[in-house]
């Protein structure tokens, strides 16, 4: 992880990154000949110009007004700069025209700094310091990125662990660690709780593990929260994910690593908002375990009875997600939530449908909340699609011995997904299937490659966004009546 240090020491021996939006006001340093340069830079459309000075590099970026996502990738443009040129340090400067894209600006530098290199014998990167040139009063803002994305570098993290370093009982630890110092209710359920709650679908998934299962509760309930009721939040947390009896190809098995990516976004999500005393009440599951076969595992053919009670034929032991997921909604019930949302790498048919740049978004009783949540996601560019949860897609799903079975043909499986945990819901419901964007095999654009971290930032700023709006004590009021 870099470092964040706000500071107003002049140097002209230190490396600069100036970000402005005319040539006008550039720093005294540069003069009428780097000037033209610049000028020649801007006509042949770059508008990141490197100046190689004996003892430092002075890094000129002029910005035009644009979109939200542009000005991340002008800041993404820079980061590859430090890390080409290994800096280890960098005074961020703008003038204030710019002030209002530079957060984005620096949102961008900062989440393409990402490097894994735990596995690594040699360790050649730098962590960087970023020595930031703001006024005092917009210090907070950027404290609060880079709380954002401290958070969303730990998603990727455990995404990119191998998947023995994150059995069942390391990720409950991981999360423990992050949240060490931090205000937030913590219970962590054991196997004996587990099973005196009758949650037959997590046993069920873990009856082939040689690690127990866990289901983490996370809950921020902050003095000044805006809501009485809770939004839920619901993570995949399948630590890796053979398919069980109904075993996975070998091709891109090892890509199953990533089935946990839904719970790391929750916990990350949870961290950020504790950390930055978001004024909410929210909660985040994770039922956690892997998907082994095994002489104990579930077979398929088995029937299971879920939390609430109600039977499940489990067709397809690699259909796990859901039925781990089941037993979370049911357990978010007694809540009574405003709404609830489950993230998670649900489905090979969300992959192939939309590829890895977008989610697979799905909701029930919640158009208004989906309809703002779409909105965040072009802001962010973490961005959403939504798939219908019309009725007849429940039918592949019905069972002749059993209420429910856990998969149907191979057509719009997504979706079949979707309607099997809107059974399980009976409040307003979202959710979001990140099979597609949880894991990417290169590089884009400020995404590593690996794990992305998707859907922190999203669900992050739309709580924010529902918290600002004046309507929200109304959508909240009304739901509470
Ligand atoms: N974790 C997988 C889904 C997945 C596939 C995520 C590819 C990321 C990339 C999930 O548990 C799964 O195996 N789903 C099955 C469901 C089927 C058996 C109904 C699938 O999509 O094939
Ligand atoms: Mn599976
Ligand atoms: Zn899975």
Redesign the pocket.
Known sequence: MFELIFSNIHSTTKNLVWVGTKIDQLPSEIDDKDKNIINKELNRSNNVVVFNRSTHLEIIVILEPSDKEEIRKVGSKVSKIVQDENLSELILQCNDEVLIYFYEFVEGLFLNSYRFNQYKSLKTENEVKYLLQVSDKYEAYFIELYHLVKSVFWARDLVNRAPSDLYSSIFVQEILNLFEGIAINIEILEKKQIESMKMGGLLGVNKGSSTPPYFVILHHNDDQALNTKPFIFVGKG?TF?T?GI?L?PAKNMH??K??MAGGAVVASLMYALAINHIPVNAIGLIPITD?MPGPNSLLPGDIITMMDGRTVEVV?T????RLILADALCLAQKYAPTLVISIA?????A?KALGHYVIAGMQSKASAFFERLEKIGMDTYERIVEFPLWEEYFNPIKSDIADIKN??NEYA?AIT?GKFLEFFSDFPFIHLDI?GP??ITKHWGYWPQGGTGVGVRLLYNYLKSLLDLPEFNEIITQNEN
């Open positions: 399948i994910d398919g109904s996975k890509e199953m990533s089935d998907n397809n690699d259909a796990e997600g790498t649900l489905t090979g048919a992959h998969a149907g499986g997904a099979a949880a894991y």
